[in-house]
């Protein structure tokens, strides 16, 4: 049983490193592929609901949750700031997302275009 428990955990730290990779790939991609970006986000939403790994705050922020497309600022993502949330909305499906601002202010999200 510890052994299994022990592979299972050693898993996850890979698929949460495969995660990480999807999103950069999906970055990368996004620039001249939305196609490819939202197929990377895909399977990197999949790769977490396998292995119950929760995403970061940057993962969550960087695609929508409703058409899965990789949101590129600048490109299909309005973002704006209220008093308390950070607002994406997300320019291909009009889906509205909400996040508490909370004490991640730098991890880059909210630089102007
Ligand atoms: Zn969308």
Do not use: W
């Not at 790939?25 to 999949?46: C, G, I, P, T």
């Not at 396998?50 to 990789?70: P, V, W």
Request: with cysteine.
């Amino acid at each position: 049983m510890a052994a299994r428990y022990k592979r299972k955990q050693e898993q996850a730290k890979l698929a949460k490193e495969a995660i990480r990779h999807l999103f950069v790939e999906a970055e990368k991609a996004s620039v001249r592929d939305d196609v490819l970006a939202s197929k990377h986000v895909k399977e990197a939403r999949k790769t977490a609901m396998r292995f119950r790994i929760s995403l970061t705050s940057g993962q969550k922020r960087s695609f929508c949750k409703n058409c899965g497309h990789f949101l590129r600022q600048g490109k299909n993502v309005r973002v704006r700031m209220t008093q308390h949330h950070l607002v994406f909305t997300c320019l291909d499906c009009g889906h509205v997302q909400r996040f508490g601002r909370g004490a991640k202010k730098d991890d880059g999200v909210v630089s102007s275009p």
